[in-house]
């Protein structure tokens, strides 16, 4: 590996993702039954040998801090510690998949519930008894089946990343290799919580209470799945105008939503597709998917609008990009252009352009955006907490359900399963990745109003800026970096907080 240098390094690691992306793709998007993961580690063992990895510590090591040689390096290093762990737990990653596109749940009354359908039909049930049945059901399911597979993967990913030795512990070397610290995030989302605790209790009953006919003290994270469900507003988002839509807006902008045929999308229903939407991109920038399997409503709207962004990331991403600023970095930044385009659901202008909404409809749907965004965030700011004593070590892992329970239920107001406590934990922090995500849509809305308007979604020079100036420079930066290249500011909390305020009060 010394002697093929860096650029053979890129070479084996692009050839393993697009194998592999495409195995994901299409083991999560139900078109094959279970995915064949080991065969491809076995395939691509130099990409991420030690060999490999001695020369991206090396690197790492040496480059000088701040240079675009250290960013790769670190970048580089980073994947191949992630590939490392993937190689390892690749076994136990194909039987959790095979186990979810297989699995199903049977209620006393004989009925049988596709597991991988069951998110959705909870979404989809107003009768209060009957969702907490299914969700009852399928907690007990996981609690007994899949829990342990994912509480086993967990143990082994801090045993291979100890084996490394990076760094003196888990979240020390994900830090060093993320560019950025945790705690101090950690820290923000505790103040986030604090500081919107009266606004939660002020909203939280009354939207409980015409939503659901509950109140707070009834309410399950099953009653929150339903509640963000939001069914009164299904007939201003028909399923039939959604991709119509969504596309003329993008193309109203100035992008095109295909990018030339780059992006593909995968719409449509079959069994086996996970319920929560995705994208995966197999060749960057060239073949892009974007899957979604419908729900119904305005969520669906807004998760074609979410995925679309990261579709359209991939699929502008400069060519002569290398491979880490392609494939690597930080996903804040993707993450970002997809909130920022999925936050189109909470603008004004844009629903009453592309949406059914009516003049007097439009107060009452933006007070019920302001509520599922405050709920959001409450939530990923309490998963992060969650997640940070989950990887200190500090807490028996026998200790961690109790703990999931009270620090989610705590922040949400809704009673969370302890089953979820090992499969509600996004992969090395990627609940980090979301919350920077939420902080960086905010500043480059700001940033774009400033340059092309308020309705600057519907102004045909925004796209071709957004793509060179955004999209274009695929994920070399930080989240941090790019918010300060374009003039954005600083990412906080302060103005989510302000623009939950300004939803709430419509």
């Known amino acids: 590996m010394m002697d093929d240098g860096l650029d053979a390094l890129r070479e084996r690691g692009e050839a393993f993702l697009v194998e592999l992306s495409r195995e994901y793709y299409e083991a999560h998007a139900g078109l094959k039954g279970e995915a064949q993961l080991q065969p491809i580690f076995a395939k691509h063992a130099r990409a991420f040998d030690d060999e490999a990895l001695a020369m991206a510590r090396e690197r790492f090591r040496d480059a000088r801090a701040g240079s675009d040689g250290h960013r790769s390096a670190r970048m580089l290093l980073d994947w191949l510690v992630e590939s490392r762990c993937g190689r390892e737990l690749a076994a136990l990653e194909e039987r959790e998949i095979a186990w979810e596109g297989a699995a199903t749940i049977t209620l006393l009354d004989g009925t049988v519930e596709p597991y991988q359908r069951a998110a959705i039909t909870v979404a989809n049930t107003r009768d209060k008894r009957e969702r907490q049945t299914l969700d009852d059901a399928r907690a007990k399911l996981v609690e007994a089946e899949l829990a342990p597979m994912k509480l086993e993967r967990l143990q082994r990913e801090h045993d291979v990343v100890a084996s490394l030795g990076i760094a003196d512990n888990y979240i020390a070397t994900w830090e060093a290799l993320s560019g950025f610290e945790i705690r101090p995030l950690r820290d923000a989302c505790a103040q986030f919580l604090r500081e919107t605790q009266a606004m939660w209790d002020d909203v939280l009953p009354e939207v409980l209470k015409s939503g659901l006919d509950l109140s707070p003290s ?207 934990v996004d992969p090395r922090f990627y609940a980090a990745r979301y919350l920077r995500a939420w902080q960086l849509q905010a500043v480059l809305n700001d940033a774009l109003r400033e340059r092309f308007n308020e309705d600057w979604w519907r102004n045909p020079n925004a796209g071709p800026w957004i793509e060179a100036e955004l999209f274009g420079h695929g994920q070399r930066e930080l989240a941090t970096e790019q918010a300060e290249r374009i003039g954005a500011g600083s990412l906080t909390f302060a103005p989510l907080v302000r623009g939950i305020e300004a939803l709430l009060n419509n």
Request: aromatic share 12%.
């Open 218 to 424: 009834e309410a399950t994270r099953a009653d929150a799945i339903a509640l963000m469900r939001a069914p009164e507003f299904d007939g201003a988002f028909p399923a039939v105008a959604m991709e119509y839509e969504v596309r003329r807006a993008v193309g109203e902008m100035g992008t095109d939503p295909f990018a030339h045929g780059r992006v593909i999308f995968d719409t449509s229903d079959r069994p086996g597709k996970r319920a929560r939407a995705f994208c995966s991109p197999v060749r960057i920038p060239d073949e892009v998917y974007l899957v979604l399997r419908p729900h119904g409503g305005q969520n669906d709207w807004t998760t074609l609008m979410h995925e679309l962004g990261h579709a359209l990331h991939f699929a502008n991403m400069g060519r002569d990009l290398p491979f880490e600023f392609r494939w690597l970095g930080d996903n804040s930044v993707t993450e970002g252009y997809a909130m920022l385009f999925d936050h189109r659901l909470q603008d004004r202008g844009w629903l009453a352009r592309y949406t059914e909404l009516s003049k007097a409809e439009l107060p009452t749907y933006l007070r019920a955006a302001g509520f599922e965004e405050l709920q959001f965030l409450r939530r990923y700011c309490a998963k992060l907490i969650y997640e940070v004593e989950l990887h200190a070590g500090t807490i028996p892992w026998r200790s961690l359900p109790d703990l999931y329970v009270e620090t989610l239920s705590g922040a949400t107001g809704f009673r969370y399963q302890s089953a979820d406590a090992f499969l509600d």
